[in-house]
């Protein structure tokens, strides 16, 4: 558990982070504190597990980081009441080859806005057993969720307002079985957007979706 303040910290190498789990079947508690990254904006880790199973992560906000969230290779991961907020940054919580993530009271803005290259508010890869629940996504520069070659995903009671990119506000790339349910989309390029070569009728289910000044 973290004391209560806020912290100004460089991911010193770019690419390992500054809160690092170096083990599994632990948890961090920020107990409602802020790092926010010092240094150029826009570059490197905030937190990163790799190679791990039954973490949590827990009342934090991220700042100015490339990544806030980075998680590779991980099984069994919890993230709740999370906020996070990079103008110059690519993505919010980036998530590759993992397995049984659940996100849930995660706030994000103006992800990448300032970034001309784009970025997503959550983005995962490789991965399967995704769920988004009770969120709230505002300005991000590329879609805010992006699900790619990631199946059995769940995006539940979620808001996005202000995803600029075409490609969609909610975006599924060689992606199965996806779940979407109580999510309102608005003032977007586009709302939802799936690759229907692989997005087979049947496959996936959308109750109660709002699609609200969207293309």
Known sequence: TLCTKSYLKNDQAGLNGVLIFNRSHIGLDGNGSFLNKSGSLGLGLG??????????????????????????????????????????????????????????????????????????????????????????????????????????????SVVISKAYNPNGALRYADSLFNFVENTNISNTTRGLVMDCDVAREGDSSFTNLFVNGSD
């Open 47 to 156: 937190v990163v597990a790799t190679n791990l199973t039954n973490i949590t992560i827990i009342n934090l906000s991220l700042v100015d980081f490339g990544t806030g969230v980075f998680l590779n290779n991980v099984s069994n991961a919890t993230l709740n009441y999370l906020f996070l907020n990079s103008s110059y940054g690519q993505f919010g919580i980036n998530i590759k080859n993992s397995t049984n993530v659940t996100m849930s009271y995660v706030n994000m803005t103006g992800i990448a806005i300032g970034n001309d290259q784009g970025g997503n508010c959550i983005k995962t890869i490789t991965s399967k057993y995704i769920a988004v629940r009770t969120s709230f996504f505002y300005q991000c520069n590329d879609s805010a969720i992006f699900f790619q070659d990631s199946n059995y995903t769940s995006v539940q």
